[in-house]
T-cell receptor, first 113, second 111 residues
Framework: EAQVTQNPRYLITVTGKKLTVTCSQNMNHEYMSWYRQDPGLGLRQIYY???????DKGDVPEGYKVSRKEKRNFPLILESPSPNQTSLYFC????????????FGPGTRLTVL | GDSVTQMEGPVTLSEEAFLTINCTYTATGYPSLFWYVQYPGEGLQLLLKATKADDKGSNKGFEATYRKETTSFHLEKGSVQVSDSAVYFCALSGSQGNLIFGKGTKLSVKP
């Protein structure tokens, strides 16, 4: 089954404790991206990747890091989480570019205390 | 820059009512336009899209027509069901090769 998976689905952590949210897709997609969803703000892109070893900032990259060492995986790293990063996070992938149909993961709800 | 404005919700309708969710956009060039839907507890999924002016996207009884003259892409459905309750996002393909989303409209359909 074609899908995007994220782990964990739910995470409660404390300020400053490094965490990683994993994302994996099995569709051989080149383009992957991370979004955060906040009430009243919709979805905002954090980072994206056009292909292996190619990543770039989206609209709200501060406080986040990503890597793309393999085509299928695109982890999101919060090296020193803060309460304003409490949000619902989605990973997405698409065939070649961000303007192709994007396939979304189920989401990770993060709470930073 | 490119942006999407969609009507604020929540929108509450009775089953079998007519649905319209307005969406207008600002963009350079000729973007593709999309409607994504997010059911409770799930990620977004593509509902329909249109890639050029006057195109009509349709799926599951939903329709939207790409209107270049009014820079709009309103979502319509003739008869909503309880199972249509979800958050609907309008989006466009940005000039930098990304998707730009509206803030979302929550639809609740009552039996």
């Amino acid at each position: 089954e074609a899908q995007v998976t994220q782990n964990p689905r739910y995470l409660i952590t404390v300020t400053g404790k490094k965490l990683t949210v994993t994302c994996s897709q099995n569709m051989n997609h080149e383009y992957m991206s991370w979004y955060r969803q906040d009430p009243g703000l919709g979805l905002r892109q954090i980072y994206y990747s056009m292909n292996v070893e190619v990543t770039d900032k989206g609209d709200v990259p501060e406080g986040y890091k990503v890597s793309r060492k393999e085509k299928r995986n695109f982890p999101l790293i919060l090296e020193s989480p803060s309460p304003n990063q409490t949000s619902l996070y989605f990973c997405a992938s698409s065939s070649r570019s961000g303007t192709d149909t994007q396939y979304f993961g189920p989401g990770t709800r993060l709470t930073v205390l | 820059g490119d942006s999407v404005t969609q009507m604020e919700g929540p929108v509450t309708l009775s089953e079998e009512a007519f649905l319209t969710i307005n969406c207008t956009y600002t963009a350079t060039g000729y973007p593709s336009l999309f409607w994504y839907v997010q059911y409770p507890g799930e990620g977004l999924q593509l509902l329909l899209k249109a890639t050029k002016a006057d195109d009509k996207g349709s799926n599951k009884g939903f329709e939207a027509t790409y209107r270049k003259e009014t820079t709009s892409f309103h979502l319509e459905k003739g008869s909503v069901q309880v199972s249509d309750s979800a958050v609907y996002f309008c989006a466009l393909s940005g000039s930098q090769g990304n998707l730009i989303f509206g803030k979302g409209t929550k639809l609740s359909v009552k039996p």
